[in-house]
C-alpha cells in the first residue's frame, strides 16, 4: 500500500517520496479515522525530517484527535 511504502521511504530518509506516498492516501475519500490518522503521523514526520516544523506539528497533533493512540501503535509495531 502507498502507506505502508510511505514508512519505508521514511526509513530510508527518502522524505520527498514519503510526502508524495502520504499525500496520495491522504487524498483518498474513504479512509477510515485510523488509517487518515497513520497517514497524517507519517506526513506529519516527513515534514519535521524536512524542516517544516509547524506543519508536521499541525499534522501530528491532527493524528492524534483522530486517534489519541496513532503514534503510540506504530512504534510499537515498527511503523516508527
Known amino acids: 500500500s502507498l502507506r505502508a511504502r ?5 526509513k530510508m530518509h527518502k522524505y520527498g517520496e514519503s510526502l508524495a506516498d502520504f499525500e496520495a492516501v491522504l487524498a483518498y475519500p474513504k479512509l477510515t479515522d485510523y488509517a487518515r490518522a497513520e497517514a497524517l503521523a507519517g506526513r506529519g514526520i516527513a ?3 524536512t524542516g517544516d516544523i509547524n506543519g508536521g506539528n499541525a499534522d501530528l497533533e491532527i493524528a492524534k484527535q483522530l486517534n489519541a493512540n496513532v503514534t503510540h501503535d506504530m512504534m510499537r509495531n515498527g511503523s516508527l
Open 47 to 49: 515534514k519535521l525530517k
Open 6 to 10: 510511505g514508512y519505508v521511504y521514511l
